[in-house]
């Protein structure tokens, strides 16, 4: 039983920001404005530590943090939990390799390189190498010899589209067919609650990646292979068929479950907005979850789930505050 790490879990679920703090937060006037209000908080002993308060310089702050806790519960875990959270903590690792190919196509390496950094510990992949890659094609090859070289395959719709979304999608894929084996070990209470929780993610993962052809024009061929195979609000036939739809109007119906998801991309082309509702339904499954298993291992993984969707509202808001943008309704709260 898993009781040392749920009861040091419900202690650090004490210290989630609350609904009312992150509203109040994204009212922040500026960058300064936010930042002090958040000294009292866990993250000020690290703000404390920077020389120049920005949003890029606030994310590392927010980044290092979570990571810190991802790690606290790694090492509290053993067993078959330490295994599933080996696997469900490959999801930083995609969030990386995401972000290094998209800077390989736009922005300068140095930018990441302190994420990288703080992730010692949690991944054993040589990320620092892709990140010295020379290009897309050159980061994806040095993947051969990981549990990400099926994404090579995509390397061809990548070309054809001039996008990273190809690829992107793949990484999802794998992470998730991986992570869902590594579910099936934990005991059945565990399994089934996690399972609710992780279905949500993949489904709305199909959910984005079916509308592709729609969205983007990508092929149906494309969409269809990147449609990771588990389903649990979605019926398997009618995502294939979106694939196959002519118009946002002939979607809709078929992906009814996620029709808050789905409505923003097709009709605003919001993707942003798309992804905060789709966070908003983990978030409720999360906090539902870890009332009815308060004393099981679920507990522990909702936690990690509240955790990262704070970090994703922070970062947000810094990002959007720096830049006078408008913040209220793209928080999961």
């Not at 308060?53 to 067993?79: H, M, P, R, T, W």
């Not at 061809?156 to 990273?164: F, G, I, L």
């Not at 949500?200 to 990771?228: H, M, R, W």
């Not at 830049?323 to 209220?328: A, D, E, F, S």
Request: hydrophobic share 45%.
């Amino acid at each position: 039983m898993p009781e040392y790490l749920v009861v040091r879990c419900h202690g650090l679920a004490t210290h989630l920001l609350p609904k009312q703090v992150m509203e109040a937060l994204a009212s922040s006037k500026n960058i300064k404005d936010f930042a002090d209000m958040l000294s009292p908080t866990d993250y000020g002993g690290r703000m404390r530590e920077l020389k120049d308060v920005n949003a890029y310089s606030l994310e590392q702050v927010f980044f290092d943090e979570f990571i810190a806790k991802c790690k606290f519960v790694a090492a509290a875990a053993s067993g078959a939990m330490q295994d599933f959270l080996r696997a469900y903590f490959r999801r930083l690792e995609v969030q990386a390799l995401s972000r290094i190919l998209r800077v390989k196509m736009s922005k300068p390496s140095g930018e990441i390189k302190p994420h990288l950094t703080s992730m010692k510990g949690l991944t054993d992949l040589r990320l620092d190498r892709m990140l010295d890659a020379e290009d897309v094609e050159s980061a994806v090859e040095l993947l051969k010899d990981t549990c990400y070289s099926p994404v090579a395959k995509s390397l061809d719709w990548y070309r054809e589209y001039n996008s990273m979304l190809p690829l992107e999608f793949h990484l999802r894929k794998v992470y998730y067919t991986m992570m869902l084996e590594a579910m099936r070990n934990l005991p059945g209470g565990d399994r089934e609650r996690i399972g609710r929780l992780l279905g949500i993610e993949v489904d709305v993962a199909n959910c984005f990646t079916v509308v592709a052809p729609v969205l983007y024009g990508y092929s149906a061929e494309l969409s269809k292979q990147l449609i990771i195979p588990h389903f649990f609000r979605l019926v398997p036939s009618k995502v294939k068929e979106v694939t196959e739809a002519k118009s946002p109007h002939a979607v809709l119906p078929l992906l009814r479950s996620y029709e808050e998801v789905v409505k923003p991309l097709l009709e605003e082309n919001d993707e942003c907005l798309g992804e905060v509702r789709a966070l908003n339904l983990i978030l409720k499954e999360a906090r539902k979850q870890m009332l009815e298993a308060s004393v099981d291992f679920a507990y522990a993984t909702c936690y990690l789930a509240l955790c990262e969707i704070e970090r994703r509202n922070l970062t947000l808001i810094a990002y959007l505050t720096q830049q006078n943008l408008q913040v209220k309704g793209y928080l999961a709260l």
